[in-house]
């Protein structure tokens, strides 16, 4: 159980580092690790992944606010 909480909590620190916005990315790292966790399927976290990244690209084209990409 101890080792499930430290990958999490790395993949989603690595995933905040990689992606900038520490907040935010730290926290969908997690939810696409939960995802993945759930029933062992790496296709879940990255169909959320891709779904988040078009829901953020929709928003900021609405908006025209690129500084969010």
Known sequence: MVSRIVAV???ATLFAAMHGRWI???LA???FS???MRKGRLADAIAAHAV???VIAAV???RGD???I
């Open 9 to 11: 909590l790395v993949s």
């Open 24 to 26: 935010e990315a730290g």
């Open 29 to 31: 790292g997690l939810v």
């Open 34 to 36: 939960l995802l993945y």
């Open 52 to 54: 988040a990244n078009a």
């Open 60 to 62: 900021a084209l609405w």
């Open 66 to 68: 690129w500084s969010l």
